[in-house]
C-alpha cells in the first residue's frame, strides 16, 4: 500500500544520498515505444524473428564441422527399420517405433499440416459469436438463446454473458 507523498524506486534513492534531480515543472516521462513526436516506429535492434549474431555464429561453427540434424534423419529414415533394427540390436517393433519416430519428426520440413475437417452430421449446431453482447447480436438478428454469446471487454479475459 502506497503512503501519500512517499516517494520510492530511483527519486528516493538520491533524495537518501543528497543528489535528488531537480525535476522542472511541467516535465514529462516520454514514451519509450515509437516516437509519439514523429509518428515513426523505432528501427533499431534486431528485426524480429532474426537470430542475434552470437547464435547465428554457432550454427554457422556447427554445420562447418557436422552434418545438419535434419541429413541425419533423412538418412535414418532412407536405412529403413529392418536396417535400423540390425544395426541397434534391437526388436524390430522397437526399431519400426524409432524409425516412424524419425519420419514423424521429418513431416514439418517436407509437408504443410493439413486443416482439420469439420464434419456436421445434422445435429444441433449452435452458431458462435464473438465480441458481440445478447443485445448486439440481436441486432444482427441472431437469436441469442440459440447461440453462446460471449462478451470481449478491451485487455482483459473472456466472460460468459446470460443469453436471456
Known amino acids: 500500500m502506497a503512503v501519500e507523498g512517499a516517494k520510492d524506486g530511483l527519486v528516493a534513492a538520491l533524495e537518501v544520498l543528497g543528489a535528488a534531480p531537480e525535476v522542472p515543472a511541467g516535465a514529462e516521462q516520454l514514451a519509450l515505444l515509437p516516437d509519439a513526436v514523429t509518428g515513426e516506429a523505432g528501427s533499431s535492434g534486431r528485426p ?3 537470430r542475434n549474431r552470437r547464435t547465428q555464429e554457432w550454427v554457422d561453427y556447427l554445420l562447418a564441422r557436422h552434418r545438419a540434424p535434419l541429413e541425419a534423419l533423412a538418412e535414418v529414415l532412407t536405412q529403413g527399420p529392418e536396417a535400423l533394427r540390425a544395426e541397434l540390436g534391437c ?10 519416430r524419425v519420419a514423424e519428426a521429418l513431416l514439418p520440413y517436407l509437408h504443410q499440416k493439413q486443416p482439420m475437417a469439420i464434419q456436421a452430421d445434422g445435429g444441433s449446431v449452435l452458431p458462435i459469436v464473438l465480441g458481440v453482447t445478447a443485445e448486439g447480436a440481436r441486432a444482427m438478428g441472431v437469436d441469442p438463446r440459440g447461440s453462446t454469446v460471449i462478451e470481449i471487454v478491451s485487455d482483459q479475459s473472456v466472460s460468459a454473458v446470460d443469453a436471456s
Do not use: M, N, S, V
Open 48 to 50: 524480429k524473428g532474426a
Open 91 to 100: 526388436e524390430r517393433l522397437e526399431a519400426f517405433d524409432r524409425w516412424l
